[in-house]
């Protein structure tokens, strides 16, 4: 997975937590795809895989704030972003940001949450601002949302509406180690703690340059029409009810440049795309059976295949 990453910071990023992270460099190397590309990642997995390492490690090895939000069916929309206090001294009210106002915010279990309060998530996620009480107010920037949910729960969850899924940028699972690097972890023990202690290798301005530099990456009107002809594809499916959206197909845009800016180039090509389009595609699409829910990456796969690739 690292054989192909040229650029000497990504590298040292992915080596330095995958010490802690065992066996997780392809889910390493996905995250900050998605967070480089200014995107949002939803993680869907079991418990104890290391989610939330991963979330805190992101945040700690670039010199950003960090901010977690454990959902629960009682959580308020104002948990999220924040409340308006009055003052008696000033006879004003205060504006208190809630956690949202972080660089990278991990929201646990985001299906536990009510409906109206993982709604209050959309501004956030789609306009880097949140607007409460009539008032308007900026995100920092980076600004990175990772959200988790537990694939196999069903009681007491509330399931992400296609509208909402739709802002993110990808959606991953981490999975298990294999079994060398769960021999290692078994041997050395439990060492997350030490993800707090971990030494940064960049910063928020290293990070926000780099951010600037994916985006001005070179695209060929052949990668556009492939882009084109695969978001076309899913919607002329016959197993598929609605394809990939407009925003569904920059995100891929997005994340292919990302790609090639990890492998030290200056412009996209066609496996960039190819790569990731299912983590990208995925998770957006509406499936006309109920048998096909599980196999949606295999069905963007299979899409692929038929697809011919720009020379």
Wanted: with cysteine.
């Amino acid at each position: 997975m690292l054989e192909d990453i040229k650029h000497p910071l990504i590298t040292s990023i992915i080596s330095k937590l995958g010490v802690i992270l065992k066996g997780k460099s392809r889910a390493l190397k996905l995250s900050l795809i998605c967070f480089l590309s200014r995107g949002h990642l939803l993680i869907e997995d079991l418990p104890g895989v290391g989610k939330t390492i991963l979330a805190l490690g992101l945040a700690r090895i670039s010199s950003l704030s960090f901010g977690r939000i454990q959902c629960t069916s009682d959580l308020l929309p104002s948990d999220i972003l924040g409340v308006a206090i009055y003052n008696q001294r000033t006879a004003e009210f205060e504006f208190k940001p809630g956690p949202i106002f972080n660089n990278v915010v991990l929201v646990d279990e985001i299906n536990r949450a009510m409906p109206k309060t993982q709604s209050a998530l959309l501004e956030a996620m789609a306009e880097r601002q949140i607007t409460t009480d009539g008032k308007t107010y900026k995100l920092p920037e980076p600004f990175f949302l990772i959200a988790t949910q537990n694939p196999i729960e069903s009681y007491g969850v509330f399931p992400l509406p296609e509208s909402q899924l739709d802002r993110f940028t990808m959606k991953i699972s981490i999975g298990y180690p294999d079994k060398n690097s769960f021999i290692e972890i078994l041997k050395r023990g439990d060492e997350a703690y030490k993800i707090k202690n971990i030494e940064p290798v960049t910063s928020k301005e290293e990070i926000l340059k780099i951010q600037k530099e994916i985006e001005d990456i070179y695209v060929s009107d052949k990668i556009y029409a492939y882009i084109s002809d695969i978001t076309e594809a899913t919607r002329k499916h016959p197993n598929i009810a609605a394809g990939l959206s407009i925003r569904g197909s920059l995100h891929l845009l997005e994340c292919s440049k990302a790609s090639a800016f990890f492998s030290g180039r200056d412009y996209v090509i066609p496996e960039d795309v190819k790569e990731l389009a299912p983590y990208v595609i995925s998770h957006r699409l509406i499936v006309r059976s109920e048998s096909l829910k599980e196999r949606k990456e295999e069905l963007v796969k299979l899409i692929l295949e038929g697809i011919p690739i720009p020379v």
